[in-house]
Nanobody, 123 residues
Framework: QVQLVESGGGLVQAGGSLRLSCAAS????????VGWFRQAPGKEREFVAA????????YYADSVKGRFTISRDNARNTVYLQMASLKPEDTATYYC????????????????WGQGTQVTVSS
């Protein structure tokens, strides 16, 4: 079992940047793929980015490709989401989650979830 805690959210103007962190506890973290998802009010939770257990492979939603970068530091049990060129439509609660199998893009593959961190982008 992995416990996840997100941080780094906040209010930023359009065009600005934020870095989200996902701190994990639990011995299985280094064997887990980790994904970031987001959910805006009244919308489904959607895939944003994911990284495999080694950090060698990364995956992005088309809407964030070229603007967001996911990375991980297994020595610190932390995954990061660097967000740049933020847009008002990026406003959402961002969640990180851990998976041990299944497709990176599907939230059904993820076994453990954090509580989320709010990102608000003003125009």
């Amino acid at each position: 079992q992995v416990q996840l805690v997100e941080s780094g959210g906040g209010l930023v103007q359009a065009g600005g940047s934020l870095r989200l962190s996902c701190a994990a506890s639990g011995r299985t973290f280094t064997t887990a793929g980790v994904g970031w998802f987001r959910q805006a009010p009244g919308k489904e939770r959607e895939f944003v980015a994911a990284i495999d257990r080694t950090g060698e492979s990364t995956y992005y939603a088309d809407s964030v490709k070229g603007r967001f970068t996911i990375s991980r530091d297994n020595a610190r049990n932390t995954v990061y989401l660097q967000m740049a060129s933020l847009k008002p439509e990026d406003t959402a609660t961002y969640y990180c989650a851990a998976k041990y199998g299944g497709a990176y893009f599907s939230r059904l593959s993820y076994a453990n979830w954090g509580q989320g961190t709010q990102v608000t982008v003003s125009s």
